[in-house]
């Protein structure tokens, strides 16, 4: 489901993801999700909440900041 919401909201901005390096716990209800974007597959770490059958992208980590979307 956390995999779903980021492939969304990739797209949703113009680009696509390639494929998932982890998905990890990150606190309650949340996700740390490790996706490869576009033709050179460069890593974005997002912040996926989920609350039920629902997730969506809440944020982004940039160099270990949480910056929201």
């Given at each position: 489901?956390?995999?779903?919401?980021?492939?969304?909201?990739?797209?949703?901005q113009g680009d696509y993801c390639t494929g998932?390096?982890?998905?990890?716990?990150?606190?309650?209800?949340?996700?740390?999700?490790c996706a490869k974007i576009g033709e050179y597959?460069?890593?974005?770490?997002?912040?996926?909440?989920?609350?039920?059958?629902?997730?969506?992208?809440?944020?982004?980590?940039?160099?270990?900041?949480?910056?929201?979307?």
């Amino acid at each position: 489901m956390a995999q779903g919401a980021v492939s969304s909201y990739v797209e949703s901005q113009g680009d696509y993801c390639t494929g998932f390096d982890y998905v990890r716990p990150y606190a309650e209800n949340e996700y740390l999700v490790c996706a490869k974007i576009g033709e050179y597959e460069w890593e974005a770490e997002y912040i996926v909440e989920v609350n039920g059958s629902d997730a969506w992208v809440i944020g982004r980590l940039d160099g270990g900041v949480f910056r929201p979307v």
